[in-house]
T-cell receptor, first 114, second 113 residues
Framework: DTEVTQTPKHLVMGMTNKKSLKCEQH?????MYWYKQKAKKPPELMFV???????INESVPSRFSPECPNSSLLNLHLHALQPEDSALYLCASSQVIPSGETQYFGPGTRLLVL | SQQGEEDPQALSIQEGENATMNCSYK?????LQWYRQNSGRGLVHLILIRSNEREKHSGRLRVTLDTSKKSSSLLITASRAADTASYFCATVHRDNYGQNFVFGPGTRLSVLP
């Protein structure tokens, strides 16, 4: 199984809502990532989890809260978002080895904040 | 901060022609990877080239890496309409927190039938 799944595919939320994005992989990867991608722009790294511990937080606002309940799951909790947070949110996973290897991406969740 | 910079930003070619995209980066890397993204979808890994390699092939793809110039190129030969997508280079380097992926701005390729 070389698939990363993300749910939901689409999400519309108001600025006062609380919602969560979910990501799952069963490839035995111990590194998982959240990226944010605006239209016609490259993915921007938000968070990195390595062995279920947060290792990188790229100065992301606290209204985004990541969680890694186990080695296969990664969540992104959303609260009090702003319209400018509307974007495609991509999850990825990879092996954790010294030389760095391929990242496998999910299809993304397209988020619209009204 | 973005490390990779691709050019051109957009490229339009006829089916059967070759497409070349370039990527430049600023700091030392462990490896460089190329990814493809179809409109609004996730990224798909195409090819990885390590810092001690100069050229690599995979099917219709050919990647070169020049670490002295801090640049890489992706060549797609005999292009097909299905190759229409955005192509991103990603540089991989390690810091105290682990491996760090930085994507370039991407090249939007249109292959016309």
């Amino acid at each position: 199984d070389t698939e990363v799944t993300q749910t939901p595919k689409h999400l519309v939320m108001g600025m006062t809502n609380k919602k969560s994005l979910k990501c799952e992989q069963h490839m035995g990867h111990r590194a998982m990532y959240w990226y944010k991608q605006k239209a016609k722009k490259p993915p921007e790294l938000m968070f990195v989890y390595s062995y279920e511990k947060l290792s990188i937080n790229e100065s992301v606002p606290s209204r985004f809260s990541p969680e890694c309940p186990n080695s296969s799951l990664l969540n992104l909790h959303l609260h009090a978002l702003q319209p400018e947070d509307s974007a495609l949110y991509l999850c990825a996973s990879s092996q954790v080895i010294p030389s760095g290897e391929t990242q496998y991406f999910g299809p993304g969740t397209r988020l619209l904040v009204l | 901060s973005q490390q990779g910079e691709e050019d051109p930003q957009a490229l339009s070619i006829q089916e059967g022609e070759n497409a070349t995209m370039n990527c430049s980066y600023k700091t030392s890397i462990n490896n460089l990877q190329w990814y493809r993204q179809n409109s609004g979808r996730g990224l798909v890994h195409l090819i990885l080239i390590r810092s001690n390699e100069r050229e690599k092939h995979s099917g219709r793809l050919r990647v070169t890496l020049d670490t002295s110039k801090k640049s890489s190129s992706l060549l797609i030969t005999a292009s097909r309409a299905a190759d229409t997508a955005s192509y991103f280079c990603a540089t991989v380097h390690r810091d105290n927190y682990g491996q760090n992926f930085v994507f370039g701005p991407g090249t939007r390729l249109s292959v016309l039938p």
